[in-house]
Each structure stands twice: as structure tokens, then as C-alpha cells.
């Protein structure tokens, strides 16, 4: 068995994705912790299976109950944080990106475009969408606010 690497008492989250396997609450956590300064790195099986998350994301086999684009999106934020420098937007995933938010625009789920938004401007792009109307926008500003 893989040794996994040290964690402070602050990682419970952590320790309880690790042994339920729950790689995206894995990467979540350590995502989160890496950004709050706490020290917790990746084993190298679950950096292969993160990667592996990504490729599956990509070719629509991905496991989240979530349009793929937006799939694709969370997986290139994660990578970004844990290791930066080694997230490839592709023009297949930029398409992929703003498919999601066209999704999200029309069924008016103003949270997860705003979500989708905020993941995008992390990664360094943008995603389109038809024009939200004044009631929208505000709807879509109140969830990017409660997001960042």
C-alpha cells in the first residue's frame, strides 16, 4: 500500500476522501488546502488518477454529474493549483467550456454559470453565452459575488 503523505488535524476532509477513493474530493481538498497554505501534497497514484480524470473528463467519460465543458473546467482549475503551469486549455475544451455555458444560460442555473465564469477567469479564458437580461445579470452577479 502507498504510504499517503503527512496531513495536519486541519485536513479531516482529506483524510475521509482518501479512504473512500473519492478522487475529485481528493483533488478538491487538496486544492482547498493548497490554497488556504496548509502543507498536503498528492501521492503518486492519486496524481495519475487526477490526470487521469482530466483525459476521461475530455472524452466525455467523465464521472460528476455535470455538463462536460464545465467537467473539463474543474480538472484544469485543479491541476492549475496543484501544479501549476501543467493545465493545456485546448481549443476542443474552450468549446467544450462555452457549450456549458450556453447549457447553464438557458436553463437560467445562474449559480453555475457564475461558477463556470469564475473557473474560466482562473484558468486564464473566458466562456460565451447569449446576453443575460437585466434581472439575469443581476441574478448572475449575485451568485458570482456569493462565489468569490
Given at each position: 500500500?502507498?504510504?499517503?503523505?503527512?496531513?495536519?488535524?486541519?485536513q479531516p476532509e482529506l483524510e475521509k476522501a482518501r479512504l473512500e477513493g473519492d478522487v475529485y474530493n481528493i483533488a478538491r481538498?487538496?486544492?482547498?488546502?493548497?490554497?488556504?497554505?496548509?502543507?498536503?501534497?498528492?501521492?503518486?497514484?492519486?496524481?495519475?488518477?487526477?490526470?487521469?480524470?482530466?483525459?476521461?473528463?475530455?472524452?466525455?467519460?467523465?464521472?460528476?454529474?455535470?455538463?462536460?465543458?464545465?467537467?473539463?473546467?474543474?480538472?484544469?482549475?485543479?491541476?492549475?493549483?496543484?501544479?501549476?503551469?501543467?493545465?493545456?486549455?485546448?481549443?476542443?475544451?474552450?468549446?467544450?467550456?462555452?457549450?456549458?455555458?450556453?447549457?447553464?444560460?438557458?436553463?437560467?442555473?445562474?449559480?453555475?454559470?457564475?461558477?463556470?465564469?469564475?473557473?474560466?477567469?482562473?484558468?486564464?479564458?473566458?466562456?460565451?453565452?447569449?446576453?443575460?437580461?437585466e434581472q439575469e445579470q443581476v441574478e448572475f452577479g449575485d451568485a458570482l459575488a456569493e462565489i468569490k
Amino acid at each position: 500500500m502507498e504510504k499517503q503523505p503527512e496531513t495536519t488535524h486541519a485536513q479531516p476532509e482529506l483524510e475521509k476522501a482518501r479512504l473512500e477513493g473519492d478522487v475529485y474530493n481528493i483533488a478538491r481538498n487538496l486544492q482547498m488546502n493548497k490554497l488556504q497554505g496548509l502543507e498536503s501534497e498528492s501521492t503518486p497514484t492519486e496524481k495519475a488518477a487526477i490526470q487521469a480524470e482530466l483525459a476521461n473528463s475530455r472524452a466525455g467519460n467523465g464521472y460528476l454529474p455535470l455538463p462536460q465543458g464545465y467537467q473539463v473546467a474543474r480538472w484544469l482549475m485543479i491541476h492549475k493549483t496543484l501544479w501549476p503551469g501543467t493545465e493545456q486549455i485546448t481549443e476542443k475544451d474552450q468549446t467544450m467550456m462555452n457549450e456549458a455555458a450556453r447549457e447553464f444560460r438557458e436553463a437560467k442555473n445562474f449559480w453555475q454559470l457564475a461558477s463556470l465564469v469564475h473557473t474560466a477567469e482562473y484558468l486564464g479564458t473566458t466562456v460565451t453565452y447569449e446576453k443575460l437580461s437585466e434581472q439575469e445579470q443581476v441574478e448572475f452577479g449575485d451568485a458570482l459575488a456569493e462565489i468569490k
